[in-house]
């Protein structure tokens, strides 16, 4: 459902409390975004007409009604991203401190396509901020896009990786065809669909633009929901929906490995915590170093190589170790 309307008004009309699992939303910016393409070396001629601003005397206001409203319908342990650029940004964080949401990451997403300048740094990244709703347990999908002992050719994490706060993903160039003012681009938003949502969940956008996060998260086979103040961009938009069909963006997707390490995040008795120890002294005693011992007890108890760092480095007695590695490698490893 749909709604041609601002969303703060839409909110208190259509949406009951908790009802909502994950909102992504990219609010106004308050600095003339009518008048953006004066920045851009791009054709307007495509661009749909109708872009609503906010001025910028109302933006702290604005912002603390509809975030309150978002606070509201979204559910116990729901999520919401916020996409913001940094003049206004200061109204988007009081905002979101006069509620009790929680935040658990601000992420930085670089693009390109950035507003050039001559006498100043280039901005070319948003902040993305990244709150839950207390209350129950998130939604976080840990393995989602990447499974946990996947590589990338420097053997490092692609897990990791992927789940860093600085965000590489560029724009979308669309040449020819009817677009909004701004746009999110669909890989982004999958990223944040894919780690905090399920199948058969709500997915909300308070300002839906050109419906992008609806796309995606019904390609995603979520249902979706949302408001649009802007009676040119909803009418376009809401035809261009009827082309788009459940799950269908599913068979494009990565398919991440099966999760290796499931003894990860598992409680461990004072037996099994001796048990590693002798271990590792033993794979020590025999020519080994730290970072093998500690891959290879990984390997066999299918835990992560971290968490078995801390329970070596919480229970191995630091002396002896440090002789026995002294004793059988000249590497200089850290204890």
């Not at 559910?75 to 979101?96: D, F, M």
């Amino acid at each position: 459902m749909f709604y041609n309307i601002d969303c703060i008004t839409g909110a208190q009309k259509y949406l009951e409390d908790g009802s909502v699992d994950l909102i992504i939303t990219d609010p106004p910016y308050g600095i003339d975004g009518d008048k953006l393409h004066r920045h851009y070396n791009r054709n307007e001629s495509n661009v749909l007409d109708g872009y609503v601003e906010v001025p910028l005397n109302e933006y702290e206001e604005f912002s603390l009604k509809w975030i309150k409203e978002a606070e509201r319908v979204l559910r116990p342990g729901g999520s919401i991203y916020i996409v913001s650029g940094y003049t206004n940004l200061i109204h988007i964080l009081n905002a979101l401190k006069a509620t009790n949401l929680k935040e658990i990451n601000h992420i930085i997403w670089k693009y390109n396509f950035g507003v050039y300048t001559k006498n100043k740094y280039i901005s070319s990244h948003y902040h993305i901020l990244y709150y839950v709703k207390p209350g129950k347990k998130p939604t976080f999908n840990t393995f989602a896009r990447y499974g946990d002992s996947e590589k990338n050719e420097n053997n490092g994490s692609l897990n990791y990786q992927d789940r860093e706060d600085v965000w590489v993903i560029n724009r979308e160039y669309k040449p020819n065809k009817t677009k909004n003012k701004n746009e999110l681009p669909w890989e982004l938003l999958i990223k944040m669909i894919q780690y905090s949502s399920n199948p058969g969940d709500l997915v909300c956008d308070f300002f839906l633009g050109s419906l992008s996060t609806a796309k995606v998260a019904i390609g995603l086979n979520r249902k979706a929901t949302g408001f649009e103040i802007s009676k040119i961009a909803f009418d376009y938009q809401i035809k261009e929906m009827e082309k788009i069909q459940d799950g269908f963006l599913i068979p494009s997707l990565r398919k991440p490995s099966k999760t290796k390490f499931i003894n990860s995040g598992k409680p461990l008795t004072e037996s099994e915590k001796a048990s590693f120890q002798t271990e590792f002294l033993e794979l020590i005693s025999k020519g080994k170093t730290k970072k093998q011992s500690i891959e290879i007890l990984s390997e066999k108890y299918l835990r992560g190589y971290w968490s078995i760092l801390k329970i070596i480095d919480g229970t191995t007695n630091k002396s002896s170790l440090k002789n026995q590695i002294n004793k059988y490698s000249n590497e200089t490893l850290f204890i």
